[in-house]
């Protein structure tokens, strides 16, 4: 959560987006409402698909760096 708010400050810009896979780290309940709270949309790609992981990873590599 800190990771979006800290984005979000730095770019002057609303993240309205998120993209991870589905292995499981970003599951938790707290953390769906937080996204729904802020009006983020969030996809989860399939677990155990590494054709669909990279998306994921390169899109969240991308931010963070940006940062």
């Known amino acids: 959560m800190a990771l979006i708010e800290h984005a979000e400050v730095e770019m002057s810009e609303w993240v309205n987006?998120?993209?991870s896979n589905g292995s499981g780290e970003y599951f938790s309940g707290q953390f769906a409402?937080?996204?729904k709270s802020k009006e983020i949309h969030y996809?989860?790609?399939?677990p155990d698909t590494?054709?669909?992981k990279g998306?994921?990873?390169h899109t969240n590599h991308t931010?963070?760096?940006?940062v």
């Open 50 to 52: 590494p054709q669909e």
């Open 55 to 57: 998306v994921a990873k």
């Open 33 to 35: 409402k937080y996204l």
């Open 43 to 46: 996809e989860f790609t399939s």
């Open 63 to 66: 931010l963070v760096h940006a």
């Open 17 to 19: 987006y998120f993209q």
